[in-house]
Structure formats: C-alpha cells, structure tokens
C-alpha cells in the first residue's frame, strides 16, 4: 500500500503566523494533493500537482501555496495563517494513469489550529 | 450548491444488518464515482470505485450507479463495529489521465453492537 507521511501532526500558530505542512510520498506516484477536511464540507481541494515543479490550483486555494519540490515531497505553504485555516488537512498521492490510477492513498493528516 | 451531495448526514444500524446510503452529482461531467472511508483519526482510504451502470459488489459491500441521474448508492451487507466510520462519495469528470476528485460532505455510519 502507498506510504503518505504528513507532517507536523499537530500546530498551534496565531493569526498572521507562517505554516508549513509537508507531504512525502514513497510509491512513485505522479500525482500529489492537498485537501483540507472540515465538518459539513468534507474534504475540499486546495492545490494539486502532476511532477516537480507543477502545480494546479484547486477549489479553495486562497491563502494557500504549494509547491512540488521533488516527486516524493509536497509542501503546503500558510503565509498570514487565519482562524478560517484551522482545518485538518490532507495530503495524498495518486498514480495518475487510467482509471484506476485515480486511486488516491492518504496520509494521515495534519491538525492546524490558528489562535 | 455542492457538486458532489451525500444523504443522509449520519445513519444508526444495528449490528448484522444492513446499511445503505446515497451520493448525487449536480454536474454531468461527472461520470466516475469512488467511496471512501475514514475511521476516526485516520486518513481516508479508497473502499471501491464503479463507472458502468448498474451494481458492483466486493465483499459485503455493493454499489449501485444509475448515470442518467447521476445517483450512486452503498450498501453495506451484514454491518460490523469495524464499518462505523465516515464514508465519503468522491468523483471526477475525465478518463485517460488523472484530474482531481471532488469529494462530498460524508455520511456517518455508527453500527450498534
């Protein structure tokens, strides 16, 4: 099964603050994804990447950059973090060919709490 | 108005029995369906997907897609403590190449022992 490791698991900031989420996946996959994941709105797409060096912006990407370093590893970047971005957020991977390639395999997620 | 709606918001079943519930798409782009399930503390992971008409069964679990009106369902056969958890209806618009899901809001299953 597809290793997605997040971290930190856990972050405390304050308003204004600077955060940044990393994602390193370990299966060769293509494809990366940040998601944030907030009751009544399940989980919403934030940025997503196909290789190192791209990247595509998702549904709710205000507030928010990435960046795609290498193919393993995936950054989410909270440059004036808000209340509003305390979240739990996701990062997963895909293979990105065909149909079943879409599978996505998930980390385990990372609890931003902005005060 | 989200493209991708889950009903009902959370569900009670008793243990052994069965549990079923609903995701519709508001926009036809979207042909291809998966489901996912997030036990608490957990990332999500992919349980089944189902692109054609009509059921796909793996285990005690069966989907169901009518591409007309976009509606998939998940039933759960035989329901088990370990099938409590958040179950998310996922779909995307392309084949051929990977384009991001789009997820629903999730139901919450809690099986009562």
């Known amino acids: 099964e597809a290793a997605v490791t997040q971290s930190p698991r856990n972050k405390v900031t304050v ?3 600077n955060v940044t989420l990393s994602c390193r996946q370990t ?7 940040w998601y944030r994941q ?9 940025h997503y990447s196909y290789g190192a060096g791209n990247l595509q912006i998702g549904d709710v990407p205000d507030g ?14 909270l440059e004036l973090a808000s209340p509003s971005q305390t979240s739990l957020y996701f990062c997963a991977s895909s293979g990105g060919q065909g149909n079943s390639g879409n599978t996505l395999y998930f980390g385990e997620g990372s609890r931003l709490i902005v005060v | ?15 052994g029995g069965m549990a079923s519930f609903n995701c519709t798409s508001s926009d036809r782009n979207f042909q291809y369906f998966w489901w996912y399930r997030q036990h608490s ?4 992971k992919a349980l089944m997907s189902i692109f054609s008409d009509g059921d796909k069964k793996e285990g005690r679990f069966t989907a169901h897609l009518n591409k007309a009106s976009l509606h998939v369902s998940l039933h759960i056969r035989d329901s088990q403590p370990s099938d409590s958890a958040l179950y998310f209806c996922a779909a995307r618009a392309q084949t051929g190449f990977a384009s991001a899901l789009t997820f629903g809001s999730g139901t919450k299953v809690i099986v009562l022992p």
């Open chain 2, 41 to 44: 503390g957990e990332g999500p």
């Open chain 1, 38 to 46: 907030d009751t009544g709105h399940g989980l919403r797409l934030i």
């Open chain 1, 15 to 17: 308003t204004g603050g």
């Open chain 2, 1 to 15: 108005q989200q493209k991708v709606q889950q009903s009902p918001e959370s569900l009670s079943v008793p243990e």
């Open chain 1, 64 to 77: 928010y950059k990435a960046t795609r370093t290498t193919q393993e590893d995936f950054f989410l970047l």
């Open chain 1, 27 to 33: 299966n060769s996959h293509n494809y990366m994804y």
